[in-house]
C-alpha cells in the first residue's frame, strides 16, 4: 500500500502506539510524549545538549544500495555522535520526515525498524515529530537532547597538548567506494543484509563483484563487510573516562583534516599531525590497493567515520603505548578496549604535516563541505 492511501494521520497514530510503549530508557523522565503539540520531559544532568541533523535523498544517501532499515540506523547514529562529542549522553529523539506519496508502506516500516534498532542501541526514546510529503527527493531528520555534566568544546586546546584520535580512519569512504563499484546484483545483496548481525546470510556469495576502471573485480567479504557497515551503519560511541580530561573535542564527520582544522580555528591554535601515525585498517590498505585508491587520501579527507578527535594535556598519562593493539595505543582512561591513537600535538600557531620522511606540508582542510559540488 502506498503512503498517499494510507494517510498522514494513521501513519502518526501507528508511530505512537508503537513508540509510546516503549519503556523509559536510561536518563530522564516523560511527562507528555508522543501525539500532542510538544512533547514535556525532565532530563538529569546538569547541562542539556540538543544537536540535529538531516540527510536528504542524493546528497547523503544513495537508495540503489541503501535500504530503509540502514537508512533508519545510520539517521540515529549520526546524531548521537554529536552528543558523544560534547562528552554527553543522548536521551530523546525528535524525528522529521519527508517522503513522496507513492512511497511503499514497506519502506516506511523497515524505515522505523532502523530506528527502533539505533534506539535500543543508544538508550533513546522518541518523543515526537513530523511527518511531510515531498514530490521528488526525500529527506529525513533528527533532533536529540542530551544530558551532560562537563561538556567538551572544539575550543579548549592548547599549545602543549596532544592530539588523540578513537579507531581507524578511512573506513567510512572506502566502504562508500566498494557500494559504488559493485554491480548491482551485489547491491541488492548489501540492501538485504542485517549487519547488526555477526554472520553473513549462509546461501549468498562470499565475495563481491565491482568495477574498476570497466573491469570486474572480486573482494573477499570479509574483508569489505567492516567497511560497508561502518558507511551504512555506523555504531557511534560514548567517549569514555577521557571526556573528563579532554581539553577540546569533535566527532569525525566530514574528515580529519577539515575537523582538526576546525578544532584548531575555535581554539585559536596550531597543529602538528604526523601522516605515520594516523590509524589505518588492514582493511582499508588492502580494498584501496585492489580498487586503485590512495588509503591516506580516504583517511585524512573521506569523512563519515565518527570518530571522536581531541585533545588531551601533556601530562594526562592515561593513555599508554601498547604494542599488542593495532595501533600502538590503548585508552586506559576507559574501562572498555577500544583503541586511541596519538597522531600529533597542538602548536601555538604553525600547521602542519609530517610525512613518513620528515618533510613537512601545509594542513589543509580537506574534507566534505556542502555545497561544493555546486562549483
Do not use: W
Request: with cysteine; hydrophobic share 40%; aromatic share 8%.
Amino acid at each position: 500500500m502506498k503512503l498517499r492511501t494510507i494517510g498522514e494521520l494513521r501513519l502518526l497514530e501507528e508511530i505512537r502506539k508503537r513508540f509510546n510503549l516503549s519503556l523509559p530508557q536510561k536518563g530522564g523522565d516523560v511527562i507528555v510524549g508522543i501525539g500532542d503539540d510538544a512533547a514535556v520531559f525532565s532530563c538529569p544532568g546538569d547541562k542539556i545538549l540538543v544537536t540535529t541533523d538531516m540527510m536528504t535523498e542524493g546528497v547523503h544517501f544513495n537508495l540503489d544500495y541503501t535500504s530503509p532499515y540502514q537508512l533508519g540506523f545510520k539517521l540515529v547514529s549520526v546524531n548521537a555522535s554529536d552528543i558523544y562529542a560534547m562528552g554527553g549522553s543522548p536521551v530523546f529523539i525528535f524525528l522529521n520526515t519527508a517522503m513522496m506519496g507513492d512511497t511503499d508502506e514497506e519502506f516506511f516500516r523497515d524505515f522505523f525498524n532502523g530506528i527502533s534498532s539505533a534506539l535500543s542501541i543508544y538508550g533513546l526514546r522518541l518523543l515526537g515529530g513530523d511527518i511531510s510529503s515531498v514530490l521528488k527527493e526525500m529527506s529525513f531528520s533528527a533532533t536529540i537532547v542530551g544530558a551532560v555534566e562537563r561538556f567538551v568544546t572544539r575550543a579548549g586546546a592548547k599549545p602543549g597538548d596532544k592530539i588523540y584520535i578513537t579507531g581507524t580512519l578511512g573506513d567510512s569512504s572506502c566502504g562508500l567506494e566498494i557500494l559504488k563499484r559493485l554491480i548491482r546484483a551485489d547491491k541488492e545483496i548489501i540492501k538485504r543484509h542485517d549487519f547488526l548481525e555477526k554472520d553473513f546470510p549462509g546461501n549468498t556469495k562470499t565475495r563481491l563483484k565491482v568495477i574498476v576502471n570497466s573491469e570486474h573485480k572480486e573482494l573477499d567479504f570479509r574483508l569489505a563487510e567492516p567497511l560497508i557497515k561502518r558507511h551504512l551503519m555506523p555504531v557511534v560511541q560514548h567517549p569514555g573516562h577521557f571526556a573528563d580530561k579532554a581539553t577540546s573535542m569533535i566527532d569525525v564527520s566530514d574528515g580529519l583534516f577539515i575537523d582538526l582544522i576546525r578544532v584548531c580555528d575555535d581554539s585559536n591554535v596550531g597543529a602538528k599531525i604526523y601522516l605515520s601515525k594516523i590509524p589505518i585498517s588492514n582493511q582499508v590498505r588492502e580494498i584501496a590497493r585492489i580498487l586503485g585508491l590512495d588509503p591516506f587520501r580516504l583517511a585524512i579527507s573521506g569523512g563519515e567515520d565518527y570518530e571522536l578527535l581531541f585533545t588531551l594535556p601533556p601530562e594526562i598519562k592515561g593513555i599508554k603505548i601498547d604494542k599488542d593493539t593495532p595501533s600502538g595505543f590503548i585508552d586506559t582512561l576507559n574501562s572498555g578496549s577500544r583503541a586511541v591513537t596519538c597522531i600529533g600535538e597542538i602548536t601555538p600557531n604553525e600547521r602542519i604535516v609530517i610525512d613518513s620522511d620528515g618533510s613537512a606540508s601545509t594542513l589543509k582542510g580537506e574534507g566534505y563541505q556542502h555545497f561544493d559540488f555546486l562549483q
